[in-house]
């Protein structure tokens, strides 16, 4: 059973950098055939795909966070990554990471962890 | 872009009662499509992934239709642990849009 476990500061400040850790267990990233997705949800709104990594390197993301949205993988520990930078309240959420079976949608989700951006 | 837009939003509805919530995309997606079902400070859960097929364990009282730019979820007879917010999302590797969502509640 493939498990998602977010980690990370739960508060960050205006104009830091937004970092997020998910590890991945009962499945390697490695393996192939799926995005390693990030995904957030607004407080009592709908959810916004942020964007997803493949186990070769390439990425994919939202146009509208294009501009501040890095995400990598650590095949060694399992890992990826999210990195937002210049963030505003506006930024506030929790974020999810997710497994996108190619053709088949997110199968797998972590529990989510709230990022609040505030000084 | 590609735009979802959900309707109703929000549904009430009685236990035993078929409901349907429909997703409509601003173009044509195909059958790019996922509906998700979430509960109260829980992660998404996939039902339905490419318009119509039922994912692994989702009980068969869910069912998903349509090609193109219209789209449907299906609940054949409410239980109690369907009441829950309803998200259809289209993907594609390069395109990724959810709906605004559909909150079912009980009447």
């Known amino acids: 059973q493939v498990q998602l476990q977010e980690s990370g500061p739960g508060l960050v400040k205006p104009s830091q950098t937004l970092s997020l850790t998910c590890t991945v267990s009962g499945g390697s990233i490695s393996s192939g055939g799926y995005y390693w997705t990030w995904i957030r949800q607004h407080p009592g709104k709908g959810l916004e795909w942020i964007g997803y990594i493949y186990y070769s390197g390439n990425t994919y993301y939202n146009p509208s966070l294009k501009s501040r949205v890095i995400i990598s993988v650590d095949m060694s520990k399992n890992q990826f990554s999210l990195k937002l930078s210049s963030v505003t309240a506006a930024d506030t959420a929790v974020y999810y990471c997710?497994?996108?079976?190619?053709?088949?949608?997110?199968?797998?989700w972590g529990q989510g962890t709230l990022v609040t951006v505030s000084s | 872009d590609i735009q979802m837009t959900q309707s109703p939003s929000t549904l009430s509805a009685s236990v035993g009662d078929r409901v349907t919530i429909t997703c409509r995309a601003s173009?044509?997606?195909?059958?790019?499509l996922a509906w998700y079902q979430q509960k109260p400070g829980k992660a998404p859960n996939l039902l339905i992934y490419?318009?119509?097929n039922l994912e692994d364990g989702v009980p068969s009282r869910f069912s998903g239709s349509g090609s193109g730019t219209e789209f449907t979820l299906t609940i054949s007879s409410l239980q109690p642990d369907d009441f829950a917010t309803y998200y259809c999302q289209h993907y594609n590797s390069y395109s990724y849009t959810f709906g605004q969502g559909t909150k079912l509640e009980i009447k």
């Open positions: 997710a497994r996108e079976k190619l053709g088949a949608a997110v199968d797998y």
């Open positions: 173009q044509s997606i195909s059958n790019w």
């Open positions: 490419r318009a119509s």
